[in-house]
């Protein structure tokens, strides 16, 4: 059976890429044979959407792809066709992200996928394709974020909670995940004067410039925050950490900072503070369908549609230019059935 896909390949040199191409493909089955492992699920892919990684990959940027040829697309939203995995049937209705495809393995810029079902959930009833692909893995690691941030104890009595990268896809969806839930958000950005009004329209009640964050600070500084959830790394985490309540909780996924942390541990040892770690991509199957049905309860939907665009395969490469050039906001999802 013959379907449409994006396909990257690449040659490389020590590490430097020295060719790439990046074209829309007629393929066959046989084409995905390496994707399913010993349990392979073949899926009817109706959604998939560009994220800034996908973005890379489309454009040859280094680091992303390690396959070649390879199909791009970290996220996935589509129907089982068949399943050599006793744990999911034909017609099942399922969501893919992370588990390296778009980097390792074929991913979901395709109307067909092959994938093993270690990541696989199943997409909630009140959860429809498009939306489910509009929150993608962004979406996605804000849940897991907000679930860290329960786990811990911080609620929306403890005190007001940071969001850093606010205006990013993971910090977007955060900032509106725990609006709704009722905590008292502070959005912290570096674009507090441009992205103001959008980050208040998600429930933000202050927006921070991050420029107040990014020196490095005294390790202990005043007390603001009951919880933050951190995108960027680097001082601004440094600070969050020596500014958190005794016994608060940072969680952390993102390095648009860097990958340092200049901090000591005096957060640790005199305040209590927690730093947790969120990695999307090898979250446990059991951890990501408790993330999505949250996410189909917790998110406001009429707010996630006015943030989406929709284009097709051929559309795909416009917006991958598009997303590495910082011109777009929101989400990007890509109908593929």
């Given at each position: 059976?013959?379907?449409?896909?994006?396909?990257?390949?690449?040659?490389?040199?020590?590490?430097?890429?020295?060719?790439?191409?990046?074209?829309?493909?007629?393929?066959?089955?046989?084409?995905?044979?390496?994707?399913?492992?010993?349990?392979?699920?073949?899926?009817?892919?109706?959604?998939?959407?560009?994220?800034?990684?996908?973005?890379?990959?489309?454009?040859?940027?280094?680091?992303?792809?390690?396959?070649?040829?390879?199909?791009?697309?970290?996220?996935?939203?589509?129907?089982?066709?068949?399943?050599?995995?006793?744990?999911?049937?034909?017609?099942?209705?399922?969501?893919?992200?992370?588990?390296?495809?778009?980097?390792?393995?074929?991913?979901?810029?395709?109307e067909r996928a092959r994938v093993n079902g270690d990541a696989l959930v199943r997409r909630p009833q009140s959860l429809s394709a498009k939306r489910a692909a509009a929150?993608?893995?962004?979406?996605?690691?804000?849940?897991?974020?907000?679930?860290?941030?329960?786990?811990?104890?911080?609620?929306?009595?403890?005190?007001?909670?940071?969001?850093?990268?606010?205006?990013?896809?993971?910090?977007?969806?955060?900032?509106?995940?725990?609006?709704?839930?009722?905590?008292?958000?502070?959005?912290?950005?570096?674009?507090?004067?441009?992205?103001?009004?959008?980050?208040?329209?998600?429930?933000?009640?202050?927006?921070?410039?991050?420029?107040?964050?990014?020196?490095?600070?005294?390790?202990?500084?005043?007390?603001?925050?009951?919880?933050?959830?951190?995108?960027?790394?680097?001082?601004?985490?440094?600070?969050?950490?020596?500014?958190?309540?005794?016994?608060?909780?940072?969680?952390?996924?993102?390095?648009?900072?860097?990958?340092?942390?200049?901090?000591?541990?005096?957060?640790?040892?005199?305040?209590?503070?927690?730093?947790?770690?969120?990695?999307?991509?090898?979250?446990?199957?059991?951890?990501?369908?408790?993330?999505?049905?949250?996410?189909?309860?917790?998110?406001?939907?009429?707010?996630?549609?006015?943030?989406?665009?929709?284009?097709?395969?051929?559309?795909?490469?416009?917006?991958?230019?598009?997303?590495?050039?910082?011109?777009?906001?929101?989400?990007?999802?890509?109908?593929?059935?």
């Amino acid at each position: 059976m013959s379907f449409r896909a994006i396909v990257i390949e690449q040659t490389t040199d020590r590490g430097r890429i020295t060719e790439h191409a990046a074209k829309l493909r007629e393929l066959d089955d046989d084409f995905l044979t390496a994707s399913g492992g010993e349990r392979p699920i073949d899926i009817e892919v109706e959604y998939s959407d560009i994220n800034y990684k996908d973005g890379m990959a489309i454009a040859g940027r280094p680091g992303i792809v390690k396959a070649s040829p390879l199909i791009p697309g970290i996220d996935l939203v589509g129907r089982v066709v068949s399943s050599a995995d006793l744990a999911f049937q034909p017609g099942d209705e399922v969501i893919l992200t992370g588990d390296g495809i778009g980097e390792t393995k074929h991913g979901g810029l395709s109307e067909r996928a092959r994938v093993n079902g270690d990541a696989l959930v199943r997409r909630p009833q009140s959860l429809s394709a498009k939306r489910a692909a509009a929150i993608g893995t962004a979406g996605f690691t804000a849940m897991l974020s907000v679930l860290a941030l329960e786990r811990a104890g911080v609620t929306r009595d403890s005190g007001p909670v940071a969001v850093t990268g606010a205006s990013g896809g993971v910090g977007s969806i955060a900032v509106a995940i725990l609006a709704k839930l009722g905590y008292e958000v502070a959005a912290i950005t570096g674009r507090a004067q441009v992205q103001g009004d959008f980050l208040a329209s998600l429930g933000a009640a202050e927006v921070l410039d991050r420029a107040e964050f990014v020196e490095s600070g005294a390790p202990l500084q005043q007390r603001r925050w009951a919880g933050a959830v951190d995108c960027v790394g680097s001082t601004v985490l440094a600070n969050l950490l020596s500014q958190t309540f005794d016994n608060g909780t940072v969680t952390a996924c993102g390095l648009a900072a860097g990958t340092d942390l200049p901090t000591t541990v005096l957060p640790f040892i005199l305040r209590g503070v927690s730093l947790a770690g969120i990695n999307s991509v090898t979250a446990s199957r059991t951890l990501r369908q408790q993330a999505w049905d949250r996410l189909a309860s917790d998110l406001p939907f009429e707010l996630l549609d006015s943030l989406t665009e929709e284009t097709t395969l051929e559309g795909a490469f416009d917006i991958a230019d598009e997303i590495l050039a910082g011109r777009v906001r929101g989400r990007t999802v890509v109908k593929l059935a």
